[in-house]
């Protein structure tokens, strides 16, 4: 039998452990037993799930566009005016008279000599009389700056945020840690976490004990517009699709994803 030296003080171990516990528990997703999800978007990556309150006319704030614009294009196409923003390339991949593009990022921090606003700045830019818009961020990572520099009273102001988280398996170190729980805590206050898809482009790790994904896709619904109930849904669901199409979806059969009858708590 082979012991893996202590590297640690023990205490200190379970310290980390515990705080890994604490920032995994604000990403256990709720069911919505009066509300229907629906898929937005294409199969592979690109596509995500909202909740079936969708109404033409209700702006949407796409940070991070890329290859891929089938979100947006299925949006569009159902009558939503389209605000698109990223910074990192020259031109969109396909068009849509719904779509405006900005070639402008957001950060926490505006930095306008790298193109770089703030989303309060961006939010001025919103038809006059916008109706709770939906936002949806994959910004490899700079959604955590974003999310705590952003005060929720002004997040409150979108009725659904679909994300991709990145970096997840960072959560042993301490920094990031609070960095993310302070933006899941900021989120959670106003928000229910209602939907949770691993994207397999990235790996699920050993993270102080715990199995992490590397990055996961959420969607959150404001919490006033619905009613929410522990849940029994194993992800993926049918309307998952894995964002590479030739590897398997990742199953998220683990806590904080997998269904409970019981409230986790951390055991000492």
């Keep these: ?151 929720i009273l002004l997040m409150r102001r979108f009725e659904q945020i679909v994300l991709e988280l990145h970096n997840l398996t960072m959560l042993d170190d301490t920094r990031f840690r609070g960095l993310a729980w302070r933006a899941l805590a900021s989120l959670s206050s106003a928000f229910t976490l209602c939907h949770v898809h691993a994207n397999n482009f990235g790996k699920i790790e050993n993270v102080s004990g715990f199995p992490v994904p590397e990055t996961l896709e959420v969607t959150y619904i404001r919490s006033d517009l619905v009613q929410a109930a522990p849940s029994f849904t194993y992800y993926p669901t049918p309307l998952d699709t894995g964002n590479c199409l030739d590897w398997p979806d990742l199953p998220l059969w683990f806590y904080p994803f997998m269904p409970t009858s019981v409230k986790p708590s951390f055991p000492w």
């Design 1 to 151: 039998m082979t012991f893996r030296p202590v590297t640690e003080p023990l205490d200190v171990g379970i310290a980390r452990q515990r705080g890994v516990f604490e920032a995994l528990a604000l990403l256990t997703p709720h069911d919505l037993p009066q509300e229907k999800k629906i898929r937005i978007g294409g199969a592979g990556d690109g596509g995500y799930v909202l909740v079936d309150r969708l109404r033409p006319g209700q702006p949407v704030m796409s940070f991070g566009i890329g290859p891929s614009v089938s979100f947006d294009l299925d949006l569009a196409q159902r009558g939503h005016p389209v605000l698109l923003f990223d910074h990192t390339i020259a031109r969109l991949p396909e068009e849509h008279a719904g779509f405006i593009w900005f070639a402008e990022g957001v950060a926490g921090a505006a930095d306008p000599a790298q193109k770089l606003h703030t989303l309060a700045d961006h939010m001025a830019k919103l038809p006059p009389g916008a109706d709770a818009p939906i936002l949806k961020m994959d910004i490899e990572g700079a959604e955590w700056d974003v999310l705590t520099e952003t005060s």
